[in-house]
């Protein structure tokens, strides 16, 4: 394929579930999609309708929005090959993440859901289980909003206003982006306004954040676009060694009380900055997009590539 359709497949794969968050607002989607059924968008794809929408008003790219509105029946889109990469992506990153629930959930109701309560520890006979945590629907912010909540905090009627004025300042950041719109500040906003929404409600657990599919989605999208080869994914990691030794080096006893707090910090970000030139770096040469490293933290990276000649 040609960079400009991977770049733009890369780009669909990043919005492909950008109307949930548009449909649980309760904003209309287009008109024109009115008389489409599950015929035209697919089986569990009515939320497809709105993700083109915002495509169509925010970037204006009708080769986007044909990806979006038919990644869940690749058969109807104008670029079924294309289409079917996002479909083929979409269910690859969902059979990872997502766990299936004993029964249906409240889409408009039901928050993004802390994994660490579901975490299997030993426990002493008649010690209780830890309580479910939940996220506020708020944008991703340093402070201690970005930590759960009890569940008794979070309102248990309907999540709408709360989605709606997310959304409001989401397309209002989004307005100023362009089409095509650069890969990292697109993944960017949607890691800010998407990091507490769930992925998936009505039949799976609300523990898999919006951004973290949408970014996997949009990582393995990649590898099968740019990739020939029965096997596309190469998976390239980077581990830091002696980082202890680094941090708490000291060379007398002296140095060790000597503004020893803000040595620390400087240290440990001059190591955080040292893993994200790396990792940039390999991303560069290879001709990956931001969405391919998967995570970078501790020391250690995963960068997710099509396995291909060049690479």
Same mark, same amino acid.
């Given at each position: 394929?040609?960079?400009?359709?991977?770049?733009?497949?890369?780009?669909?794969?990043l919005?492909?579930?950008?109307?949930?968050?548009?449909q649980?607002?309760?904003?209309?989607?287009?008109?024109?999609?009115?008389?489409?059924?599950?015929?035209?968008y697919?089986?569990?794809?009515?939320?497809?309708?709105?993700?083109?929408s915002?495509?169509?008003?925010?970037?204006?790219?009708?080769?986007?929005?044909?990806?979006?509105?038919?990644h869940?029946?690749?058969?109807?889109?104008?670029?079924?090959?294309?289409?079917?990469?996002?479909?083929?992506?979409?269910?690859l990153?969902s059979?990872?993440? *997502? *766990?299936?629930?004993?029964?249906?959930?409240?889409?408009?109701e %039901?928050?993004?859901?802390?994994?660490?309560?579901?975490?299997?520890?030993a426990?002493?006979?008649? %010690?209780?289980?830890?309580? %479910?945590?939940?996220?506020p629907?708020?944008?991703?912010?340093?402070?201690?909003?970005?930590?759960?909540?009890?569940?008794?905090?979070?309102?248990?009627?309907?999540?709408?206003?709360?989605?709606?004025?997310?959304?409001?300042?989401?397309?209002?950041?989004?307005?100023?982006?362009?089409?095509?719109?650069?890969?990292?500040?697109?993944?960017?906003?949607?890691?800010?306004?998407?990091?507490?929404?769930?992925s998936?409600?009505?039949?799976?657990?609300?523990?898999?954040p919006?951004?973290?599919?949408a970014?996997?989605?949009?990582?393995?999208?990649?590898?099968?676009?740019?990739?020939?080869? *029965?096997?596309?994914?190469?998976?390239i990691?980077?581990?830091?060694?002696g980082?202890?030794?680094?941090?708490y080096?000291?060379?007398?006893?002296?140095?060790?009380?000597?503004?020893?707090?803000?040595?620390?910090?400087?240290?440990?970000?001059?190591?955080s900055?040292?893993?994200?030139?790396?990792?940039?770096?390999?991303? *560069?040469?290879?001709?990956?997009?931001?969405?391919?490293?998967?995570?970078n933290?501790?020391?250690?990276?995963?960068?997710?590539?099509?396995?291909s000649?060049?690479?």
């Open positions: 394929m040609e960079d400009a359709d991977v770049s733009k497949i890369v780009i669909a794969a919005l492909h579930d950008i109307g949930k968050f548009m649980r607002a309760e904003v209309p989607h287009d008109a024109r999609y009115k008389q489409l059924t599950p015929d035209d697919g089986q569990n794809g009515a939320h497809s309708k709105w993700g083109a915002f495509v169509s008003s925010c970037l204006a790219d009708p080769f986007i929005e044909d990806l979006v509105l038919y869940h029946n690749p058969v109807s889109s104008a670029y079924s090959a294309r289409a079917k990469v996002i479909q083929d992506a979409d269910h990153s059979a990872m993440d *997502r *766990r299936s629930r004993p029964s249906t959930g409240k889409v408009a %039901e928050p993004l859901k802390s994994i660490f309560p579901a975490i299997s520890l426990k002493r006979d008649g %010690e209780a289980s830890p309580a %479910e945590r939940v996220y629907l708020k944008t991703l912010r340093i402070s201690g909003e970005a930590f759960p909540v009890s569940r008794r905090e979070i309102a248990l009627w309907k999540l709408t206003p709360d989605y709606r004025l997310l959304w409001e300042a989401f397309t209002s950041e989004c307005s100023h982006l362009g089409s095509p719109p650069p890969i990292g500040t697109l993944l960017a906003l949607l890691e800010k306004y998407t990091s507490a929404i769930p998936a409600v009505y039949v799976n657990e609300p523990d898999i919006l951004y973290d599919h970014k996997t989605t949009a990582a393995i999208a990649h590898c099968l676009a740019a990739s020939q080869e *029965r096997e596309p994914f190469l998976l990691q980077g581990d830091l060694s980082i202890q030794d680094f941090i080096g000291i060379v007398t006893p002296e140095d060790a009380r000597k503004r020893m707090a803000k040595r620390l910090r400087g240290r440990s970000y001059w190591l900055l040292l893993m994200d030139a790396v990792a940039q770096e390999i991303s *560069r040469e290879l001709g990956l997009f931001e969405p391919a490293v998967l995570w933290t501790g020391g250690n990276f995963v960068i997710l590539a099509p396995n000649p060049q690479n």
